[in-house]
């Protein structure tokens, strides 16, 4: 895997055992490997997104890493796009939607 994927996916694994000082995550086009996890002693805010069209990382991956982290008592913000394996104007305006709502929590 290259070391964006590599990143993504150390901080969705990051997320689910977080210390405190994490206080949420962004995850693009990530997945999360199929391991037990422990449910974590606190809800993480996520913005989570995912191309219908990512032939890199299938988005049935995105989905179910969703699910994941939902059935952890994570808050979850599900975005999906028509794109590729891409980062989209119309995320990126999600994304700082989120922040800007995220922001108002802490």
């Not at 997320?15 to 206080?23: F, G, K, L, N, V």
């Not at 002693?41 to 913005?47: A, E, I, Q, Y």
């Not at 989209?88 to 994304?95: C, G």
Request: net charge positive; with cysteine; aromatic share 8%.
């Amino acid at each position: 895997a290259s070391d964006l994927y590599k990143r993504q996916l150390m901080a969705m694994m990051t997320e689910i055992t977080a210390s405190a000082s994490i206080q949420g995550i962004i995850a693009l086009s990530g997945y999360l490997p199929n391991l037990i996890f422990e449910t974590p002693t606190r809800s993480l805010p996520c913005f989570l997104s995912h191309g219908i069209r990512d032939a890199i990382v299938p988005f049935k991956s995105g989905e179910q890493a969703m699910q994941t982290l939902k059935q952890l008592n994570h808050s979850v913000t599900w975005h999906h796009n028509r794109r590729e394996h891409t980062v989209d104007a119309e995320t990126i305006e999600e994304i700082k939607k989120w922040l800007m709502g995220f922001k108002n929590r802490i």
